[in-house]
C-alpha cells in the first residue's frame, strides 16, 4: 500500500492541525494504521494507532488527550487531529500501515508501509 501524508504546516502554540493520508492501492481496511513522528536528534516515537475497523486506539504518552486518530475507509484516509499543539510537538509526522488489521502495533517495525511525512513546526 502507497500512502501519502498531507496537512502539515506552521503553527502556534494552543492552535490545531489536522493531518491526513491517503492509501492506495490495496483497501485501507485490511490493515492497522497509525502515526509517528521524529524530531531532529531525536528516534521515531509512536504518537497514535487505529485497528483496522476502528475498534481499538492507542497513543503516545506525551499526546494522550490532545490528539485523535481516526479513519474513513470509504475514503482510504487516515486522520491525526492535534490539538493544543506545544513546541515540542514539532516533527516530521508519518503515516505507516501494517498487519494484522486487528491489532494496534506501538512500534515502528510493526508497520511495513511508510509514507514520505509532513512538517509540523509549532513555534511563537
Known amino acids: 500500500v502507497a500512502l501519502v501524508e498531507s496537512g502539515g504546516g506552521l503553527v502556534q502554540p494552543g492552535d490545531s492541525l489536522r493531518l491526513s493520508c491517503a492509501a492506495s492501492g490495496r483497501a485501507m481496511s485490511n490493515y492497522r494504521m497509525a502515526w509517528f513522528r521524529q524530531a531532529p536528534g531525536k528516534e521515531r516515537e509512536f504518537v497514535g494507532g487505529?485497528?483496522?475497523?476502528?475498534?481499538?486506539?492507542r497513543y503516545g504518552d506525551s499526546v494522550k488527550g490532545r490528539f485523535t486518530i481516526s479513519r474513513e475507509n470509504a475514503k482510504n484516509t487516515v486522520y491525526l487531529q492535534m490539538d493544543s499543539l506545544k513546541p515540542e510537538d514539532t516533527a516530521i509526522y508519518y503515516c505507516?500501515?501494517?498487519?494484522?488489521?486487528?491489532?494496534?502495533?506501538?512500534?515502528?517495525?510493526?508497520?511495513?508501509?511508510w509514507g514520505q511525512g509532513t512538517q509540523v513546526t509549532v513555534t511563537s
Open positions: 487505529i485497528s483496522g475497523e476502528a475498534a481499538v486506539t
Open positions: 505507516a500501515a501494517g498487519d494484522p488489521a486487528w491489532t494496534v502495533a506501538t512500534i515502528a517495525t510493526g508497520y511495513s508501509s
